[in-house]
Protein backbone atom coordinates (compact mmCIF):
# COMPACT_ATOMS: atom_id res chain seq x y z
CA UNK A 1 0.00 0.00 0.00
CA UNK A 2 1.54 3.55 -1.02
CA UNK A 3 1.61 6.42 1.70
CA UNK A 4 -0.89 7.80 -0.39
CA UNK A 5 -3.18 4.90 -0.33
CA UNK A 6 -2.42 4.49 3.78
CA UNK A 7 -3.20 8.29 4.24
CA UNK A 8 -6.22 8.18 2.43
CA UNK A 9 -7.54 4.61 4.39
CA UNK A 10 -7.02 6.36 7.76
CA UNK A 11 -9.08 9.34 6.86
CA UNK A 12 -11.19 7.75 4.92
CA UNK A 13 -15.09 7.47 7.57
CA UNK A 14 -16.17 3.39 7.64
CA UNK A 15 -19.18 2.63 5.09
CA UNK A 16 -22.74 3.94 7.24
CA UNK A 17 -24.04 0.44 7.88
CA UNK A 18 -20.22 -0.08 9.92
CA UNK A 19 -20.35 2.75 11.66
CA UNK A 20 -24.53 2.01 12.40
CA UNK A 21 -23.31 -1.34 14.13
CA UNK A 22 -20.73 0.02 16.50
CA UNK A 23 -22.92 3.11 17.37
CA UNK A 24 -25.03 0.84 19.08
CA UNK A 25 -22.35 0.35 21.98
CA UNK A 26 -20.97 3.81 23.29
CA UNK A 27 -17.45 1.84 24.05
CA UNK A 28 -17.27 0.46 20.63
CA UNK A 29 -15.33 1.85 17.92
CA UNK A 30 -13.92 1.22 14.24
CA UNK A 31 -10.44 -0.04 14.37
CA UNK A 32 -10.24 -1.34 10.63
CA UNK A 33 -12.22 -2.94 8.01
CA UNK A 34 -11.75 -4.07 5.08
CA UNK A 35 -14.24 -4.55 1.66
CA UNK A 36 -15.73 -8.42 1.05
CA UNK A 37 -15.61 -10.12 -1.90
CA UNK A 38 -19.04 -10.91 -1.26
CA UNK A 39 -20.59 -7.57 -0.17
CA UNK A 40 -20.20 -6.20 3.10
CA UNK A 41 -17.01 -5.66 5.18
CA UNK A 42 -14.90 -7.29 7.62
CA UNK A 43 -14.77 -5.14 10.45
CA UNK A 44 -11.83 -5.20 13.57
CA UNK A 45 -13.31 -3.16 16.58
CA UNK A 46 -12.47 -2.57 19.46
CA UNK A 47 -14.90 -5.06 21.48
CA UNK A 48 -13.92 -8.10 18.31
CA UNK A 49 -14.34 -8.99 14.49
CA UNK A 50 -17.51 -8.53 13.03
CA UNK A 51 -19.04 -9.45 9.52
CA UNK A 52 -21.61 -6.49 8.30
CA UNK A 53 -23.61 -7.40 5.44
CA UNK A 54 -23.67 -4.75 2.32
CA UNK A 55 -28.06 -4.73 2.39
CA UNK A 56 -28.17 -4.56 6.65
CA UNK A 57 -31.29 -2.89 7.58
CA UNK A 58 -30.21 -0.44 10.08
CA UNK A 59 -33.21 -1.50 12.66
CA UNK A 60 -31.38 -4.86 12.97
CA UNK A 61 -27.58 -3.43 14.27
CA UNK A 62 -27.74 -4.99 17.80
CA UNK A 63 -28.06 -8.27 15.39
CA UNK A 64 -24.21 -8.07 14.18
CA UNK A 65 -22.84 -10.45 16.38
CA UNK A 66 -19.32 -9.68 17.57
CA UNK A 67 -16.16 -12.35 17.77
CA UNK A 68 -14.48 -11.46 20.64
CA UNK A 69 -10.70 -11.05 20.20
CA UNK A 70 -9.79 -13.17 23.43
CA UNK A 71 -12.00 -15.92 21.77
CA UNK A 72 -10.18 -16.31 18.56
CA UNK A 73 -7.36 -18.90 18.61
CA UNK A 74 -5.78 -18.45 14.89
CA UNK A 75 -5.81 -15.66 12.04
CA UNK A 76 -4.09 -16.56 8.98
CA UNK A 77 -3.76 -13.94 6.34
CA UNK A 78 -2.96 -14.70 2.71
CA UNK A 79 -2.34 -11.55 0.43
CA UNK A 80 -3.71 -11.13 -3.29
CA UNK A 81 -3.11 -7.65 -4.59
CA UNK A 82 -5.02 -4.87 -2.40
CA UNK A 83 -7.18 -7.39 -0.96
CA UNK A 84 -6.55 -11.25 0.51
CA UNK A 85 -8.31 -13.97 2.59
CA UNK A 86 -8.53 -14.30 6.20
CA UNK A 87 -8.95 -17.89 7.79
CA UNK A 88 -9.85 -17.16 11.17
CA UNK A 89 -10.34 -19.75 13.65
CA UNK A 90 -13.25 -19.02 16.76
CA UNK A 91 -12.84 -21.27 20.41
CA UNK A 92 -15.58 -22.09 22.23
CA UNK A 93 -15.66 -23.15 25.75
CA UNK A 94 -16.93 -26.78 26.21
CA UNK A 95 -16.25 -26.91 29.60
CA UNK A 96 -14.60 -24.68 32.18
CA UNK A 97 -11.40 -24.11 31.38
CA UNK A 98 -11.45 -25.84 28.42
CA UNK A 99 -11.89 -24.75 25.01
CA UNK A 100 -12.65 -26.44 21.25
CA UNK A 101 -11.63 -24.82 18.19
CA UNK A 102 -15.07 -24.28 15.78
CA UNK A 103 -14.92 -24.30 12.14
CA UNK A 104 -12.59 -21.60 10.15
CA UNK A 105 -14.66 -18.68 9.12
CA UNK A 106 -13.57 -17.30 5.67
CA UNK A 107 -13.00 -13.62 5.05
CA UNK A 108 -12.52 -12.89 1.22
CA UNK A 109 -11.64 -9.44 0.83
CA UNK A 110 -11.42 -7.35 -2.11
CA UNK A 111 -9.58 -4.42 0.01
CA UNK A 112 -7.89 -5.03 3.03
CA UNK A 113 -6.87 -1.38 3.95
CA UNK A 114 -5.14 -1.94 7.38
CA UNK A 115 -7.27 -4.91 8.31
CA UNK A 116 -4.43 -7.73 8.29
CA UNK A 117 -2.13 -5.65 10.91
CA UNK A 118 -5.07 -4.69 13.13
CA UNK A 119 -6.39 -8.03 13.72
CA UNK A 120 -3.29 -9.74 14.55
CA UNK A 121 -2.16 -6.97 16.89
CA UNK A 122 -5.58 -7.25 18.91
CA UNK A 123 -5.26 -11.20 18.52
CA UNK A 124 -1.65 -11.22 19.82
CA UNK A 125 -2.43 -8.65 22.55
CA UNK A 126 -4.95 -11.62 23.98
CA UNK A 127 -2.54 -13.93 24.29
CA UNK A 128 -0.18 -13.78 27.49
CA UNK A 129 1.77 -16.72 26.75
CA UNK A 130 0.84 -20.51 25.61
CA UNK A 131 2.78 -23.91 26.08
CA UNK A 132 2.18 -26.81 24.07
CA UNK A 133 2.72 -30.18 25.62
CA UNK A 134 2.61 -33.50 23.85
CA UNK A 135 -0.17 -36.46 24.80
CA UNK A 136 0.72 -39.93 25.10
CA UNK A 137 -2.03 -40.41 22.15
CA UNK A 138 0.47 -38.49 19.98
CA UNK A 139 -1.58 -35.54 20.13
CA UNK A 140 -1.00 -32.31 22.29
CA UNK A 141 -2.55 -29.66 24.65
CA UNK A 142 -2.22 -26.50 24.26
CA UNK A 143 -2.43 -24.06 27.60
CA UNK A 144 -3.00 -20.78 26.92
CA UNK A 145 -3.33 -17.72 29.46
CA UNK A 146 -5.12 -14.50 27.44
CA UNK A 147 -6.56 -11.25 28.94
CA UNK A 148 -10.29 -11.27 28.86
CA UNK A 149 -11.50 -7.49 28.65
CA UNK A 150 -13.65 -6.61 31.79
CA UNK A 151 -11.51 -9.20 34.20
CA UNK A 152 -8.19 -8.32 36.50
CA UNK A 153 -7.10 -11.64 36.49
CA UNK A 154 -5.83 -13.34 32.96
CA UNK A 155 -7.61 -16.68 32.42
CA UNK A 156 -6.21 -20.01 31.55
CA UNK A 157 -7.64 -22.38 29.15
CA UNK A 158 -6.95 -25.70 27.80
CA UNK A 159 -6.95 -26.48 23.59
CA UNK A 160 -6.88 -30.03 22.80
CA UNK A 161 -5.57 -30.52 19.58
CA UNK A 162 -7.64 -33.36 18.94
CA UNK A 163 -11.46 -33.22 19.89
CA UNK A 164 -11.16 -37.19 21.03
CA UNK A 165 -8.68 -36.97 23.59
CA UNK A 166 -11.17 -34.46 26.05
CA UNK A 167 -12.39 -37.85 26.76
CA UNK A 168 -9.19 -39.60 27.08
CA UNK A 169 -8.61 -39.93 30.55
CA UNK A 170 -4.71 -40.35 30.34
CA UNK A 171 -4.52 -36.99 28.54
CA UNK A 172 -7.46 -35.02 30.01
CA UNK A 173 -5.09 -36.18 33.61
CA UNK A 174 -2.18 -35.08 31.85
CA UNK A 175 -3.76 -31.67 30.74
CA UNK A 176 -4.95 -31.00 34.31
CA UNK A 177 -1.18 -31.76 35.97
CA UNK A 178 0.49 -29.04 33.31
CA UNK A 179 -2.09 -26.48 33.67
CA UNK A 180 -1.73 -26.07 37.50
CA UNK A 181 1.89 -26.50 37.08
CA UNK A 182 1.04 -23.21 34.52
CA UNK A 183 -1.11 -21.12 36.75
CA UNK A 184 1.41 -21.49 39.66
CA UNK A 185 4.20 -20.86 37.83
CA UNK A 186 2.58 -17.51 36.01
CA UNK A 187 4.08 -14.31 37.33
CA UNK A 188 0.64 -11.88 36.98
CA UNK A 189 2.80 -8.90 36.75
CA UNK A 190 3.53 -9.45 32.84
Same mark, same amino acid.
Given at each position: ?8 ? $? ?17 ? $? ?37 ? !? ?20 ? !? ?9 ? $????? $? ?12 ? %? %? ?11 ? !? ?56
Amino acid at each position: MSLVERVRA $RFTRPPEAVRAVVAADADE $RVLAWGERVDGGWTVATSRGLRVVPAELDLTAVAEVPVL !PWHEIGTARWTAAGGGGTFLVT !PLTEVEPGVQA $RLAPQ $RHVLREAGELPGVL %K %KRVDLTVVTSQRH !PLPTGGAVLLVARRVPGQAAREWTVVFDDDADRDDPVAREIARERLAAAVAADDPTR
